[in-house]
């Protein structure tokens, strides 16, 4: 079952770090944008997490892997402080929904009505 997980886990983290940094792309088409916006520096933290948590993950499995019995101290050690990486992670995303993506060439212009003939 460990096994199934591993494999699932693995798929599923490729597929959110695919459609992620598809999404980082489209929001900030300007790598100057990623250090001097807070937007930018908020992805960048994000980022650091998500690598820090994807490092857990991959210690962990290995430490699982190493040891007989799948609940060693070390791995369960790894899984809190990889929890606690999560938490931050998600903590990050939150405050960056709450931010606005960098914009090239300023605000957009206000949509124009068309009017009618009377």
């Known amino acids: 079952m ?9 798929g599923l983290f490729a597929t959110v770090l695919v459609t992620g940094t598809a999404a980082a792309l489209l929001l900030v088409d ?16 994000k980022l650091t997490l998500v690598a820090v948590v994807a490092g857990l993950a991959l210690a962990g499995r290995a430490a699982v892997r ?5 609940q060693s101290p070390r791995s369960g050690r790894l899984a809190r402080v990889e929890a606690g990486a999560l938490v931050g992670v998600l903590a990050v995303t939150a405050l960056l929904i709450s ?12 949509p124009t009505v068309a009017r009618q003939a009377p």
């Open 30 to 45: 300007d790598v100057q944008a990623l250090v001097t916006t807070a937007y930018g520096r908020t992805l960048l933290v």
């Open 66 to 70: 190493r040891s007989a019995a799948a």
């Open 2 to 10: 460990l096994v199934r997980y591993a494999a699932l886990s693995a």
């Open 99 to 110: 931010l606005s993506p960098p914009r090239p060439d300023g605000p957009p212009a206000p």
